[in-house]
């Protein structure tokens, strides 16, 4: 047994969870809506104000989505009423961030300001001009879109500069020693 799977997920107050034909799980909270298609195969129960999710056989396939769907709906619901939220920093002479209107400008160290629109679901704040805050109810767009920012500049190995998340650690190496023969 899948000891993720057969975890209960409690719902909270002022949640609500539908469960449509074919396993369309639709959560509307505080913070927003969030609607999923998970795979039909799997039992999702509903007693209450707690959700269960069982799975139909032992299978490989069956075992595997145990625990995923769990997890899917678990992250779905602490999303629509706590939100997640990515902290990047950005390291370097000159490299900075500013935010105007509905867009991310970047002085990244390119001949031009590197630009990234805010996407819907998606909100950017820069409480400082080496932060940016990345926050949403859903847990892969946030993380998906943070990536995307991060990869603009990566941080470098050498001198550290770029962007890098908040709890990121990069390891640095040690440059030429420039001894001659």
Do not use: W
């Not at 799977?5 to 539908?18: E, F, L, Q, Y």
Request: one cysteine or more.
């Amino acid at each position: 047994m899948s000891r993720i799977g057969r975890m209960p997920i409690t719902i909270p107050a002022g949640v609500t969870v539908d469960i449509a034909e074919g396993n369309v799980v639709t959560v509307k909270g505080p913070k927003g809506e969030l609607k999923q298609a998970l795979r039909p195969e799997m039992k999702l129960k509903l007693d209450g104000a707690v959700l269960t999710v069982e799975r139909p056989s032992e299978d490989k396939l069956h075992r595997s989505l145990h625990g995923l769907t769990r997890s899917l709906l678990h992250n779905m619901v602490v999303g629509v009423t706590e939100g997640y939220k990515k902290e990047l920093e950005v390291n370097g002479v000159g490299y900075r961030v500013a935010k105007e209107g509905g867009k991310l400008v970047m002085t990244l160290g390119y001949s031009h300001p590197v630009t990234m629109e805010e996407t819907d679901g998606i909100t950017i704040d820069v409480p400082a001009p080496n932060k940016i805050v990345i926050s949403g109810c859903d847990k892969q767009k946030v993380g998906q879109f943070a990536a995307e920012v991060r990869e603009k500049r990566p941080p470098e190995p050498y001198k550290g500069k770029g962007i890098k998340y908040a709890d990121e650690v990069v390891r640095r190496k040690v440059g030429k020693t420039g001894a001659k023969k």
